[in-house]
Every structure is written in structure tokens, then in C-alpha cells.
């Protein structure tokens, strides 16, 4: 018996859970829709009820799935210290603490947790606090928690002998294992062993109505979120883990109801021989049909340019789930979805200092057009500028972004659909990461390309000061409706400089621009170059993004290197 599941994202792991917060909204939905659980009983179980009703429901989910029992089950009612005990076990057994500790300090890297978090400790309380049953695939042991009425653990059992069945024909530790090292492709496969569980506990329900899932073409899978009040842990949580946690549950419910939408439980085979590759696959199930794969990434190695005192602390990729959690630390829920749909693979690596710890992130990230890359530019800058506060030396061109912080430099450059990003080191640095790419040398500060009076500069070569890009930040910060923008580039770099050089204080970027000279800010410096045509007015919140593609790449795209 025994579900054992594992989650591995940054370190975070659960195990082949049923979580309350799931059960509960079930339970409420279940009621709503007079759909009761079968043999519902709220008595306390014997051992003797426990043993009967697993018995019961192993059959039922045999019968729903397709697969039949190979060898009889193990399974035992436990107490929350006893299961408690087991989570601890589990998380030690999946990842040794340098891991963990790495998974933390990449999530923390990104911004998803605050600084430190301390990640076990959250783990242990939140699966504590919301397991009611598990399955051990090492054991092969299914375990139920002692304090549930026996209508929910029906459900857990449900769900959990789903994995146990599952794990009897696909012997799904090693299936999930298989994906190593990819932890975006790993995640996949929690979704399909996860999303199935609970497409059979969903089905599992609905016994003795004539239907099942594949029936309900609007089933909205969060409508089994229970309510988030009554697990105080995860409801504290920062967002990232609380969609992390319950992402292979939901995401990969949807999932599985599509593939599943119209052979039902004969495509679940399927799904193991030729398992999803990315998270990407589990939030677009067309993709996953289509077999999209993502691009493969590689990084240069750095260890070099880094010197001695730094060593690589981890290495993996972020997936579409990963980004999109980024994204949504910094931009809307919606902007980050959107955004992170045109992800088509990635790689990150992350480094220590080993006296001070401080950290360097580097990531690479192909998207799936030019268009897209320039939008991520302009999209991932705004969110580089409200993850640190503190900015000075800040530095902009249309597909270069630059600046300061107390914790070092932080640069962002695309070219072509890649983007790349360094955080916490120096430019210098960058320049060599990007020499290692083979890229150009990003755009130099006017300060550093000689001692040109900044009249001179912009009456001179007012062709060359281009700052296309820079509508990032403002579309969240200026009033959006009417806003027309008509704009020189002169004045823009004239004003990045002089925020640049002598007003440090003042470099938060455009919007601090648009502050100072509300008349005019610049987007492009040669706008029939750049594509705007005739007409030299922008709408922020619409335009923004296209003018910026249309300026990488042609005319208006002139580095001076
Ligand atoms: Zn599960």
C-alpha cells in the first residue's frame, strides 16, 4: 500500500499525500452536488472497519482504473506522530541536507522565499497538519491517518490506492526517479501520479451516478480547494509553496482529465510509456499531444571567471510552472501566465561564495519567438527592479538592461529568443559569461565610451542613443488609458545618464524619468527605424511590448560596442 509521492521543487518534497485541504473541498463539492461518497459512515473505524472498507475501495478503484491488483496490499491506521515521523524520515531520505539546503537557497535566489526560510520545518508542519493518508512505494505500505471519519478516509484510501495500483504495473518511484535530473520533467511526473489519483478519486465519487470525470467538460479542478483557513501553516505560506504544493494535485487533475477526456482510464497506460517532459506539457495537455518538446540549454562553465572562492551550489531547470511562480513574485497573476507560456526551456546555475555565502544566479532561458524575448525583456526588467529596491548605476538599451545593488550587479540581455541573467556579481563578470555565449559585448555606460559633454553626445549622434526598450516598468505604474507617449531619445539618455552619474539616488529607471520630465520620455531614438511608422505615439500598456520587438533587430538596434 502505500503511497509514497514525491515532490521535488527546490528541495521541496512531499510524499504520496492526500491533503485535507484537497479532501475537504471534495468533501463540500461532494455535498453541493448530492454526490455522496459511497458507505459513508462518520463512526470512529476499528482496525476491522479500516481493513474491510480498504478492501472495498481497492476493488472499486481496480474496477475505475483498469488495473488490476498484482499482490496484495500492506496497510495500517497511523498516528499523526507516527506519520509525522515518517514525513521526517522521507525528507531525509530523498535529499541529503546539502540538497535541501541548495533547493532553499535557489528558491530564495529567485525570490520565491524570503531569505531564510527555513524549509523543513515549514514541510514537516504543513504535511502534518494536512496528510490523511499516504503510500510508501519503497515499502510498498499504505498508511491512513487514525483521526479521520471513515467517509474521508474512503477518499484518501481513493486516492492513495490509486498510487498503489498505479505502482504495482509502473512501479512509479522509479518512473518519477527516471526524469532525474530534471526537476521541471521530474514535477511532470508527479502531476501525471498525482492529477491521475485524483481524477480516480473524482471518479470514485461519482459511482452509482452513470458518470464519471470525463463526463463534466466544465469541471473546474479548484473547485476541491478546500478552505485554505482551516490549515493555518500553508495558509501562511509564501504563494510559491502553497502553488507548488498543490500544483501535481490540481494541475495535474486538469491534465489528466484531458488526456483522458475521450478513451478514459484505457489512456492511463500511455501516460507512463511516453510520460510528459515538461511542466509545460501538464499546463497545455495540447502540447503534451503534439509532443512539443522544449529546447535543451546548456550554460558555459563559469568556475573559472568566478575564481576559487565561489562553488556551484545547484544546477537544474526552472520549467513553465518555475517561471511563472518567478514571475508572479513581481508582475499579476495574469502577466506572469502569459508570460511564462512562451518559455521553451531553460537553465539556471547557482553559485556560493564560500566565506561570505553570498549568492550569484545565472539563467538562460529560450523563448518560443523573437517577439517573445523582447516581451520577456521588457516584462522580466520591471520585475528586476521591483525585486531589489535598492538600484543605482542603472543602465538601459533595448535589449540590455543594467544596475547596481548592495549585493552587486544584476544584468539582464537578450539576443535573438534567448535571454540570459546574471545577479550578485560584476560586470566584468558578465562580459565574460557573455563572451563565453559568444554574444556581442552588451552596450557599455556612455560614461565609459569617453569624456563627451552631454550636449555634444546627443546633438552629435542622436541616432545612436537608442532606448527602445524601456516602456518595461511603466505599464503598471502610469495611468494607462490615455496615456500617450511621444518621446526622444536624446532626452531619455541624456536623463539615464544624469540619473546614472550624479543623482544615484534617483536610478530607479523610466518611471523616475517620467517623474522628472513628464512631457517626454523616449522609447526609440529613430521611430520609422523602429517600425512605429508615421505616427510617433504610443500607448503604453498596448504598444510597449511590439515597439520593443520591432526595435531589436533593425535599425534601432545599434550597440555601441
Ligand atoms: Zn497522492
Redesign the pocket.
Known sequence: MA?H?KHVYFGLRAL???FGILLGGIAVHAQQAAVAPPSADAKPATDADFIAAADEVLGQMSQITGLKLVTPLKKSLRSREEIRAYVIKQMDEEKNPAERYAGERSAEAFGLLPKGFDLDAFMVNVLTEQVEG??DPKTREFYIADWSPLADQRMVMA??LT?ALEDQHFQIEAWVKAARPNEDAELARDAV??GS??AAMVDYLMLGTGRSLKDLPEFDPSMLIGDLGSTPTLQKAPPFLKDALIFP?LGGLTFSAAVMKNSGWSALPGLFEKPPVSTQQILHPGLYRSGKTPASVALPRLEKVFGDNWSKLDENIMGEFGWKEVLKQFLDNDRAKTLAAAWDGDRYVLYEHKQTKKLILVTRLHLDSEEHAARFFGQYSEAFEKKYSERTNLLRRPNFFSFDTPDGGVFLRCLGDECVTLEGTTRNIFDAFTKALNWPLAPQPLEKLGSVPAKTAMASAPGENIVAASGVGLSSQLPTEQYVLTLHAERQEASNRLFASNLPESSAGLQDTQRSTPQALSLCAAPPACGFGGDHTLHLRDSVLPSNRRCIGTACHREPV
Request: aromatic fraction near 20%; hydrophobic fraction near 40%.
Open positions: 503511497s509521492r504520496f499525500l492526500s499516504l503510500y486516492h492513495e498510487h501520479l498525482e489519483a485524483m494535485y
